[in-house]
C-alpha cells in the first residue's frame, strides 16, 4: 500500500514557470526522498532531506518538509521541457531501507 | 562506474509460467531491493537482500521469491503468473542499508497474457 499521496495528479505549465508539488504520509519518517521518473523508466533520485530537516536545496530544485503536518512539497525553479516527468515522493520510516512511495506527480513542460 | 542493470528489459510470459528476471547492481553495492510498479496499486516494495540474506519482504504472495548471489547481483522469480504480474519490475542498489539513497535500475517490463 503507498504511504501517502501527491498532489496534484498532473501539471501543466509553461517553460520558464515554477513547478511545485506536494506530498503527504502517514507515519513517522526517517528522511523522504523525491524521485523523477520518465515515461516508465527507472528512477532516478532528486533530493533527500532528513526528518530533522525543514528545507534542502539542490540547484533549481527547493524541497521543505513539515513532519508536523505530515507533508513535503517539491518546487521546481524556471522549469525546462526536459523536466518533463513523473515525479514521486518515497519515505523510509525505518532503518530496513523498504522506501513507500507515494502516487505520483505526472508534470508537462510546455516549450 | 556503471549504472544498475536489469536483464531482460521486456518480457512477455503466458499464465501459469514462471519468469526470472535479473538485477545487477552498481560495482561496489552490497544491497539490492526489488519494486513492482503497476498502473493501479503503483510502486510497491518488493523484498530487499543484504550480503546474501532477505533483510525485508513487502506484502506480496509467496509466489514472489528472491535471492542474492556472493558478488551482489540478485535474481527475483515469479512462479504460477497470474494476469495481475503484468508490471514494471524495477531493482534498486545501494553501498549497504546504512546508505539512505537508492540508485535505480531502468527495469523489466514484464507482460503476461
Known amino acids: 500500500s503507498q504511504q501517502g499521496e501527491e498532489d496534484p495528479q498532473a501539471l501543466s505549465i509553461q517553460e520558464g514557470e515554477n513547478a511545485t508539488m506536494n506530498c503527504s504520509y502517514k507515519t513517522s519518517i526517517n528522511n523522504l526522498q523525491w524521485y523523477r521518473q520518465n515515461s516508465g523508466r527507472g528512477l532516478v533520485h532528486l533530493i533527500l532531506?532528513?526528518?530533522?530537516?525543514r528545507e534542502k536545496h539542490s540547484g533549481r530544485l527547493r524541497v521543505t518538509l513539515d513532519t508536523s503536518k505530515k507533508s513535503s512539497s517539491l518546487l521546481i525553479t524556471a522549469s525546462r521541457a526536459a523536466d518533463t516527468a513523473s515525479y514521486f515522493c518515497a519515505t523510509d520510516a525505518s532503518m530496513t531501507r523498504q522506501l513507500t512511495f507515494g502516487s505520483g506527480t505526472q508534470l508537462t513542460v510546455l516549450p | 562506474k556503471a549504472g544498475v542493470t536489469q536483464t531482460p528489459r521486456y518480457l512477455i510470459k503466458t499464465r501459469g509460467q514462471q519468469v526470472t528476471l535479473s538485477c545487477s547492481p552498481i560495482?561496489?553495492?552490497?544491497?539490492v531491493s526489488w519494486y513492482q510498479q503497476t498502473p493501479g496499486q503503483g510502486l510497491q516494495f518488493l523484498f530487499e537482500?543484504?550480503?546474501?540474506?532477505?533483510?525485508n519482504k513487502g506484502n506480496f504472495p509467496g509466489r514472489f521469491s528472491g535471492r542474492q548471489f556472493s558478488n551482489s547481483r540478485s535474481e527475483m522469480n515469479v512462479s504460477t503468473l497470474e494476469l495481475g504480474d503484468s508490471a514494471l519490475y524495477l531493482c534498486?542498489?545501494?553501498?549497504?542499508?546504512?546508505?539512505?539513497?537508492?540508485?535505480f535500475g531502468p527495469g523489466t517490463r514484464l507482460l503476461v497474457l
Open positions: 532531506i532528513r526528518s530533522n530537516e
Open positions: 560495482s561496489g553495492h552490497r544491497s
Open positions: 537482500y543484504f550480503s546474501e540474506t532477505q533483510r
Open positions: 534498486a542498489s545501494s553501498l549497504s542499508p546504512a546508505q539512505e539513497t537508492q540508485y
